[in-house]
């Protein structure tokens, strides 16, 4: 049906609600799960067998490789990690809480706090670093067994393992760049992860197209965090096909029936407005749709069908 106009929205809860507010204003609309499986490949080795890997690869490619900056790039930030980790495990031995080292709070709030002590931006910059780094090498260290969660929801620093001996997960980019034989042979792994990537399509019928009050879905949709550039083409979508329908119910207006090849030809021709906000609109559609849109019109009983042809209802 081509009046038929889908949005997509990948919350749930934000689809339920949605449908839920145009139900109670008798606006038919069905939501659908869709699952896209994404697939991720990584490399997973310690971090020492994995910068001998991406050091091997270096050796075997030319100075004017493309790769050999990125793979530089990559050797010297496992270099940076597994210093910042043993800094890190000195400054908290084992059995020691590192908890207060993980501030709960998210980023929006973090750089909130700290604007809100006076921090300027570069401070404020270099605090939030600081703490990305603790969560990273907290996540890594957790990975590996290090972090030992107390029934109180502590976490503690459960032995003392050797930086360069912590296993590190890497892009599956590297496997082109280096090989996988490369890989093998430092007894780097490769790894797989598919996940469902579900969305959920909130589907309008023609009945419910002709239903929708744009601005009352404009204020709804304002409350939420959703998709506004897959939100603005159905937004333009509905309205296009509404104008459309507009101009057909104008073409049979006080006539008889009309066969379907004058109403295409009338609205291939016809340039009109809407008054006080376009002056001039064209239309350019093909047969196909303009049939399956006064098909999709007679079903919702807006038009009716005579014969070969067309009239209003």
Same mark, same amino acid.
């Given at each position: 049906m081509v009046l038929e106009e889908t949005l997509v929205v990948y919350d749930p809860d934000e689809a339920r609600r949605i449908a839920g507010a145009l139900r109670k204003k008798g606006i038919p609309v069905r939501i659908v799960r869709k699952d896209t499986l994404v697939r991720s490949i990584d490399v997973v080795g310690r971090i020492r067998d994995l910068k001998a890997a991406i050091e091997e690869g270096?050796?075997?490619?030319?100075?004017?490789?493309?790769?050999?900056?990125?793979?530089?790039?990559?050797?010297?930030?496992?270099?940076?990690?597994?210093?910042?980790?043993a800094t890190f495990l000195q400054?908290?031995?084992?059995?020691?809480?590192?908890?207060?080292?993980?501030?709960?709070?998210?980023?929006?709030?973090?750089?909130?706090?700290?604007?809100?002590?006076?921090?300027?931006?570069?401070?404020?910059s270099?605090?939030?670093?600081?703490?990305?780094?603790?969560?990273? &090498?907290?996540?890594?260290?957790?990975?590996?067994?290090?972090?030992?969660?107390?029934?109180?929801?502590?976490? &503690?620093?459960?032995?003392?393992?050797?930086?360069?001996?912590?296993?590190?997960?890497?892009?599956?980019?590297?496997?082109?760049?280096?090989?996988?034989?490369?890989?093998?042979r430092h007894a780097v792994k490769t790894s797989m992860t598919i996940i469902s990537d579900p969305d959920y399509r909130l589907e309008f019928s023609p009945e419910a197209i002709s239903m929708i009050d744009i601005m009352d879905l404009d204020e709804l949709v304002g409350e939420m965090e959703i998709d506004l550039d897959?939100?603005?083409?159905?937004?333009?979508?509905?309205?296009?096909?509404?104008?459309v329908v507009s101009r057909v119910i104008a073409i049979l207006e006080g006539r008889g029936t009309v066969p379907v090849e004058e109403i295409f030809a009338a609205l291939q021709s016809a340039v009109f407005e809407i008054p006080g906000k376009i002056e001039e609109i064209t239309l350019d559609l093909d047969l196909d749709f303009v049939k399956g849109l006064l098909d999709d019109m007679r079903k919702i009983g807006m038009i009716r069908r005579k014969g070969a042809g067309y009239r209003s209802a």
């Open positions: 270096i050796a075997q490619i030319g100075d004017d490789d493309d790769a050999r900056p990125w793979l530089k790039r990559t050797l010297a930030s496992l270099g940076e990690d597994e210093e910042e980790i400054q908290h031995p084992p059995g020691k809480a590192v908890t207060p080292a993980m501030p709960k709070k998210n980023l929006p709030e973090l750089y909130q706090a700290l604007w809100t002590e006076g921090a300027d931006e570069v401070e404020a270099r605090e939030i670093a600081k703490i990305l780094k603790n969560r990273r &090498i907290f996540a890594l260290l957790e990975r590996n067994g290090q972090i030992e969660w107390t029934k109180d929801g502590e976490a &503690i620093l459960h032995g003392y393992a050797d930086p360069a001996d912590l296993v590190a997960t890497l892009s599956g980019e590297i496997i082109e760049e280096i090989g996988l034989e490369t890989l093998r897959a939100y603005d083409l159905f937004r333009d979508n509905v309205y296009a096909k509404r104008t």
